[in-house]
């Protein structure tokens, strides 16, 4: 996902760039803002975690882009372009480096692994949206 503070800032098409110039291919896109209830919904998982409320607020807070990236190794890659998530931390020439500008607003979300990018894209494509 490009995150609203990305989305805002009019980054959609730079990050892209990256992520084509990385070998990804897009299987699935699109612009959709979350209510607060789905971004409740898609970080449950840190529902216990102190910042799990101004994570939902902030990602619900305006439009992301949804995208499902194929590509051999793609979790694992996509990892490494989009960096640490503290933007601080991040390597020179990674996503966050050059867009996020804080640990909460990181400008992108990448799965973690294969099984929870197959469950994050069925959260926001159906069957017929993917190719």
Known sequence: MIKP??????????ILR???AAGFRIAAMKLTQMSLERAGQF???HQ???FYGE??????????????LEKENAVDDFRKLI?????????????????????????VHGSDSDEN???????????????
């Open 5 to 14: 503070d990305a989305v805002r800032a009019g980054n959609i098409g730079n």
């Open 83 to 107: 960096g640490a998530t503290n933007p601080a931390n991040a390597e020179e020439g990674t996503i966050r480096k050059l867009y996020a500008t804080s640990v909460g607003e990181n400008a």
């Open 48 to 50: 216990e975690r102190p």
């Open 117 to 131: 990018a197959a469950i994050e894209g069925a959260f926001h494509f159906g069957g017929v949206e993917m190719y």
């Open 55 to 68: 994570l939902c607020a902030f990602m619900s807070s305006g439009p992301i882009v949804a995208a499902i």
């Open 18 to 20: 990256m992520i084509n």
């Open 43 to 45: 970080y449950a998982v």
